[in-house]
Nanobody
Framework: QVQLVESGGGLVQAGGSLRLSCAAS????????MGWFRQAPGKEREFVAA???????VYVDSVKGRFTISRDNAKNTLYLQMNSLKTEDTAVYYC????????????????????WGQGTQVTVSS
């Protein structure tokens, strides 16, 4: 069974930075695409960023140039470095993993991800 545990959320002022981590266990981490999603109050869960098994990255337009997704396969950990945070980035952030080895990240609908963490709250104050 795959387990994903996020950490690193918190309260930060607009313009500040946070780094989220997602510790994965239960299978070979390096072979699977991983992603970050977020859900703000009253809104649907939205895709933020994804990274393939071989390091290809994709971002939603609203975070390009501000957020960076990365992975450390030796530590079985996924990261999201968030800089220049805005109040509209406030949400619960979730990491997710796909279920097919060596799959691509062309499809980043939430339904294409099989495993999910419990989420970590990010609050950006003005």
């Amino acid at each position: 069974q795959v387990q994903l545990v996020e950490s690193g959320g918190g309260l930060v002022q607009a313009g500040g930075s946070l780094r989220l981590s997602c510790a994965a266990s239960g299978r070979t981490f390096s072979s699977y695409a991983m992603g970050w999603f977020r859900q703000a109050p009253g809104k649907e869960r939205e895709f933020v960023a994804a990274i393939s098994w071989n390091g290809v990255r994709v971002y939603v337009d609203s975070v390009k140039g501000r957020f960076t997704i990365s992975r450390d396969n030796a530590k079985n950990t996924l990261y999201l470095q968030m800089n220049s945070l805005k109040t509209e980035d406030t949400a619960v952030y979730y990491c997710a993993a796909k279920d097919t080895r060596y799959s691509g990240i062309e499809n980043n609908a939430s339904t294409s991800y099989r495993f999910w963490g419990q989420g970590t709250q990010v609050t950006v104050s003005s």
